[in-house]
């Protein structure tokens, strides 16, 4: 199967919706644990959070290329290094507990200073007090309908499950060649040194095959990750996605087609200098989240602020009451089954 094939008609989906971010990195780390604890994996997150406007993670990987151009090219971009994903570092714990040096010392780095790492910007954001804005962005694999990191494989290592659209790998046929980091333009695939082999995002199939959703959508405390298949009329992911249109897929523009979307943030309005308040004008640019979701986040942000006026008025809100999620379960679609319960093989 190459990138051009035919799209699984039972597509997995993620919706992440980023006005319930709280960038507490749950997500992150109940991945890390579950499949990338082994040592020498330190860079190697398969989900990751990053505080926007930031470089990301990689550093500045929305510079480095990928995907395909508008003819339907595959492009292949740079290949991130170790550094520009950024790994672990040790710390000074033995000289500040056990040095007897009281407080002449403190903890901090001893590996010589890293340069980045996952997050190394959160809270930064952009503008100037007290109009300054950011928000928190969850970002893994997309399992793109059009996955350029399988088209870059020269090994066919990369496939495409019919069964649920999962972008997934035969670590047996990769040779460890990187040309799907270099085609992947969201830099979501990374390579395991000690292995030899490219490893990402699997979508917890052993879960999903168990019917338990993903650790990432599971361990969410805020009730902001939806999941589903897009092609259930009934589930919330179609609904978002395909109905209400409020779910945006991150740089369409890359042409992979990628199947985790995002509810944009809504933002305050702007405050003047004499701290009065400026309807006019959002806080978080337009142009910015144009930069991310293309044109059609005017619309989805458009229909969510109707939305809350109309909830605002004393009126229904069916999109609203999805989004809240009153009962949680309703956020896993068919993947409700509880881990606690299940016979792991
Ligand atoms: Fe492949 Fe990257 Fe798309 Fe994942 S996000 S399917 S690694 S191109």
Redesign the pocket.
């Known amino acids: 199967m190459s990138g051009n094939d035919p799209i699984p008609p039972h597509q997995i989906a993620w919706v992440f919706d980023l006005n319930k971010c709280s960038g507490c990195q749950t997500c992150s780390v109940a991945c890390k644990v579950h499949w990338n604890a082994e040592s020498d994996t330190d860079a190697m997150w398969w989900c990751t959070v990053n505080t926007q406007p930031g470089r990301g993670t990689p550093r500045d990987y929305e510079e480095m290329g ?2 395909y151009d508008s003819a339907g090219n595959l492009r292949l971009g740079q290949l991130p290094t170790l550094e520009e994903f950024g790994g672990a570092w040790d710390f000074n714990w033995k000289e500040v507990y056990y040095g007897g040096k009281g407080r002449e010392t403190f903890l901090g780095p001893t590996n010589g200073g890293p340069s980045w790492g996952m997050n190394w910007d959160e809270d930064q954001g952009a503008g100037e007090y007290p109009n300054a804005y950011f928000f928190y962005l969850p970002r893994l ?4 309908s059009r ?4 088209d870059a494989c020269p090994e066919q290592a ?1 496939y495409k499950r019919p069964s649920d659209g999962l ?1 997934l790998r035969d670590e047996a046929r990769c040779e460890g060649h990187q040309q ?1 980091m270099r ?7 990374y390579f395991n040194a000690q292995r030899g082999v490219a490893q ?2 699997i979508g917890c199939f052993p879960r999903l095959e168990k019917g338990v959703a993903p650790a990432c959508v599971r361990q969410c405390p805020g009730r902001g990750v939806f999941i589903g298949f897009l092609d259930d009329a009934d589930s919330a992911v179609h609904r978002l996605v395909e109905d209400w249109r409020v779910a945006l897929p991150l740089h369409p523009e890359w042409n ?1 087609r ?1 199947n ?1 979307f995002y509810v944009p943030p809504l933002s305050p309005f702007k405050l003047r200098e004499d701290r009065s308040v400026d309807e006019s004008e959002r806080r978080l640019p337009i142009s910015y989240l144009e930069s991310l979701f293309g044109t059609e986040v005017r619309g989805a942000l458009h229909t969510l602020e109707g939305e809350l006026a109309r909830r605002k008025r004393g009126e229904p809100s069916e999109l609203l009451d999805t989004l809240i999620a009153y009962e949680w379960k309703e956020l896993l679609g068919p993947f409700s089954a509880d881990p606690a319960e299940i016979a792991w093989d």
């Open positions: 990928g995907g694999c997309n399992h793109c996955p350029a990191c399988l990369i972008v799907c085609g992947c333009p969201y830099k979501k695939i990402h995002c992979t990628p985790v």
